[in-house]
T-cell receptor, first 115, second 109 residues
């Protein structure tokens, strides 16, 4: 079975531009979460979606938005890019809106560089 | 958010056991203890999780102290492929994973 797939794997943008990152969860997984990982730090939670509804949001500005589609794939959008948005963006899927025991499967990430 | 404390780095020889400690003195009764690891240039990978009892799986063992204020991830025979950052995470109910800085494990051949 395919794991969590993310695209693109690498991209370069300039300040002020907008970017869309895509994620396909593992088949059967209905929950998708997005994380941002800046170099040298652990991943930081951005969003969680379950059954196309936002179930959680981290401490990120409104420039960050996301959505989940009927096939459970997801997109993360970032507007008005800043240099500080340069990071690895990780998508994770799980079987359901997670209780404490649920396990997340992560993709390899999309590395965004903002110049 | 529940907090964990881990050493910044540890070193192990190949084919020897590795014990990665984690302190979580403010743990509550419903917090699960999760371990994830992140190999270079990859996303985090689930290792193991537990609530109160020790747990074993094909990757590792998790030993949880009786008072649950600390836990230890045990890799029984470290290989070069186990070199990674290991994250100990408390999961209180329906909340996202909150990653700290983890422990960077180096494995020496």
């Amino acid at each position: 079975d395919a794991g969590v797939t993310q695209s693109p794997t690498h991209l370069i943008k300039t300040r002020g531009q907008q970017v869309t990152l895509r994620c396909s969860p593992i088949s059967g997984h209905k929950s998708v979460s997005w994380y941002q990982q800046v170099l040298g730090q652990g991943p930081q939670f951005i969003f969680q979606y379950y059954e196309k509804e936002e179930r959680g949001r981290g401490n990120f500005p409104d420039r960050f938005s996301a959505r989940q589609f009927p096939n459970y794939s997801s997109e993360l959008n970032v507007n008005a890019l800043l240099l500080g948005d340069s990071a690895l963006y990780l998508c994770a899927s799980s079987l359901s809106s997670p209780p404490g025991a649920n396990v997340l499967t992560f993709g390899a990430g999309s590395r965004l560089t903002v110049l | 958010d529940a907090k964990t404390t881990q050493p910044n780095s540890m070193e192990s020889n190949e084919e020897e056991p590795v014990h990665l400690p984690c302190n979580h003195s403010t743990i509550s009764g419903t917090d699960y203890i999760h371990w994830y690891r992140q190999l270079p240039s990859q996303g985090p990978e689930y290792v193991i999780h537990g609530l109160t009892s020790n747990v074993n799986n094909r990757m590792a063992s998790l030993a949880i102290a009786e008072d649950r204020k600390s836990s230890t991830l045990i890799l029984h025979r470290a290989t070069l492929r186990d070199a990674a950052v290991y994250y100990c995470i408390l999961r209180p109910g329906n909340t996202p994973l909150v990653f700290g800085k983890g422990t960077r494990l180096s494995v020496i051949a």
